[in-house]
C-alpha cells in the first residue's frame, strides 16, 4: 500500500503563491485534483514519472506548475496568481500505470488524505 502525505496547504489572499507537496515511494505517475465544496472532483495537474510530460487543467494553465524530483520521492505544485475560486481540498494521487488518462480520477491507484487551500479576495 502506497501512502502519499500532502503538506503546504493554507490560506492566502488573491494574487498569492502557495506550493504543496506531496510524498510517495514509487515508480508512479502523479496527478493533483481538487474539490470544492459541492463541486465534483477536478483535475488540477498530472506528471509522468521521468517528469518529461506535464498536463494541466484549463483552469490553472499558465498559473500553476507541477514537478518532481524521484530523489526525495516528493511531487510538487506551485500555484501561482491564487484567485478565490481556486479555493478547495487539494489531493495527490498516483497511478501504477502511465498509460491511461492523466485528466481522469479512475486512472489513480491510489490518493492522499488532501489539504486545504483558501484563497480570500
Known amino acids: 500500500q502506497v501512502q502519499l502525505v500532502e503538506s503546504g496547504g493554507g490560506l492566502v489572499q488573491a494574487g498569492g503563491s502557495l506550493r504543496l507537496s506531496c510524498a510517495a515511494s514509487g515508480r508512479y505517475a502523479m496527478g493533483w485534483f481538487r474539490q470544492a465544496p459541492g463541486k465534483e472532483r477536478e483535475f488540477v495537474g498530472g506528471?509522468?514519472?521521468?517528469?518529461?510530460?506535464?498536463y494541466y487543467g484549463d483552469s490553472v494553465k499558465g498559473r500553476f506548475t507541477i514537478s518532481r524530483d524521484n530523489a526525495k520521492n516528493t511531487v510538487y505544485l506551485q500555484m501561482n496568481s491564487l484567485e478565490p475560486e481556486d479555493t478547495a481540498v487539494y489531493y495527490c494521487?498516483?497511478?501504477?500505470?502511465?498509460?491511461?488518462?492523466?485528466?481522469?480520477?479512475?486512472?489513480?491507484?491510489?490518493w492522499g488524505q488532501g489539504t486545504q487551500v483558501t484563497v480570500s479576495s
Open positions: 494521487a498516483a497511478a501504477r500505470y502511465s498509460g491511461n488518462s492523466y485528466y481522469q480520477s479512475n486512472s489513480y491507484d491510489y
Open positions: 506528471i509522468s514519472w521521468s517528469g518529461l510530460n506535464r
